[in-house]
């Protein structure tokens, strides 16, 4: 009963949250230079879908005893996305004054707070049916990788780039390396530990 309970939450929870991008797309409409490429090229809102079909899928699939490697491997990589894309915003970002007033208050602290902190809880409540590699941590730096080398590449070709931090008319470029160093090295840092919290609720030693 309580693993139904649990896999319903997850299901709520992920329907939620593609609401709740969904409700920031449609406030972010009223923007005069508003783009749907630009809106779907934020960190938050790509990871944000993938966290919400992770949670529903993994929420079927563990209610039909069903395990996979595979998704494993994509619930640790959102664990690790969504921590980072918290902890970005709380330290980066969430002091910036919103200029354009769209932002919608519910939306922004449920993407940054709440779903990451219920996909950790997650993580510890129903570890992998086995626990993971610590080589799988160099898997999960691939997206991360990709989404730094789009943005800069993108923002270069059309001066828009979705943070500042990434923005050369904003932070020097030794301003922007040293925070794609940092966050690299959360990435592989945050990794290794959920794979290592993987391991311990699995008492499996294997490489």
Known sequence: MLRLAWGIA???LGITSIVAVFVQLISDTARADFSIINFFSY???ECSILASITLIIFAIC???D???????LIRGAVVVYMIITGIVYWLLLANIPDTTGTSVFWVIRFLHYVLPTAL???WFLCPPSKGLRYGDAFYWLVFPLLYIGYSITRGLV???YPYS???PSTTSITGIVQYILVIGAGVVVLSLITIQISRIRNKDDNW
């Open 158 to 160: 059309l001066d828009w």
């Open 62 to 64: 563990n209610l039909k």
């Open 43 to 45: 960190f938050t809102f």
């Open 165 to 167: 931090f990434l923005d």
């Open 66 to 72: 069903v395990t996979s490697r595979i998704i494993d």
């Open 120 to 122: 950790v809880v997650d």
């Open 10 to 12: 997850k299901i709520l």
